[in-house]
């Protein structure tokens, strides 16, 4: 079986975002949100100030895997913190599975490391890991490793760094509503590796089910891991399954589109034909070549990757000096192919233009 599908009703969580009768102002609100979303990115309103760094630190960056553009964007913007702050930087590959993430989370432990950051690595996966760590005094930052943003002391978490999943959700799903005007036919994709990937695609597949008369024609369980091998077989399956019915593809993750596109040119679909890709994260550099030249993906909710490697940075400093997080959480932005030429759409990644890097410099300096 290529994947489970599965047409579960919400009960937990998302329930919580619309309710659980279709709303007739459904439509107006997704169109409202959509607009917001996609708005030019805000002025900075993350911390501008905070403890001076402490030199000659190491910081070890574990990457889920480095196939997945939102892991490894965040990796850059952590070297390129590291740099400025001047500390020195690893990274290891967890190359998408659950051994490799085990391996990837001894060898930072055995480094000695002062900081270990969880690159979308689920935490409860690696607690074991993540404990030892604890043990030996080591900072431990997720990213993506929880569900939630802030502190994790359940899980040794000095904070997690992600945008409101919640938020993502309802921006990427609020798309499809809109534009069908609550016609909407979709497939919603997670992963349930990861804790934060089910409560985005719950939230997504709630919203839709309140959205007029759209339907969420089918949940679908993939590992983001093995999506060069499952979504080519999986995509004909479900367009053979659904046809013209299936209007949109929702996904917590760009990775997931990277491989339909054959399938679907083979069903005689074109680029900017259904059905409509949506990606509630990460914002990789291949969604956004796709957005632009409309192959097969109509807009994803890039998260700022670069500014969340600099976050990072920022965080684990706070530790060091044994102070509380900032509490910053950055928005997330809605890329379509109307506003993918501003706020770093050109270079194809989310970095809004608001000083962040100069700000957390002067942080670092005392200044």
Known sequence: MIARISMTLLTTGASL???QAARADAVSDAKSFVAA???????????????????????????????????RGVGEGIKEAADAIGWTYRQLDGQGSVSGRTSAMSQAIASKADVIVLGAIDATEQSSAIEDAAKQGIVLIGWHAVAHSGPDPKLSLFTNITTDPLEVARAAASLPCSETNGK?????????????????????????????????????????AEASTRMPQLTTSLL?????????????????????????????????GAPLAVSAGDGSGAAFQRIRQKEYQEATVAEPLRLHGWQIVDEANRALNKQKDSGFVAPAHLFTAANIGSDGGPQDKYDPDNGYAAIYKKIWKGQ
């Open 17 to 19: 975002l619309m309710g």
């Open 37 to 71: 979303m996609s708005a030019p990115a805000a002025p900075w309103a993350g911390p501008t100030s905070g403890p001076k760094a402490v030199p000659g630190k190491s910081i070890v960056y574990v990457s889920t895997d480095q196939n997945n553009g939102g892991a």
């Open 240 to 272: 053979q399954k659904y046809g013209k019915s299936w209007t949109h593809s929702l996904s917590i993750n760009d990775l997931t589109f990277d491989f339909m596109a054959p399938s679907l040119g083979s069903a005689g679909i074109e680029g900017d």
């Open 184 to 224: 909407a036919g979709v497939v919603v994709f997670t992963d349930s590796t990861y804790e934060i990937a089910v409560k985005k695609a719950r939230a997504m597949e709630a919203l839709i089910k309140q959205c007029g008369d759209s339907k969420v024609l089918a949940f679908v369980d993939t590992p983001l």
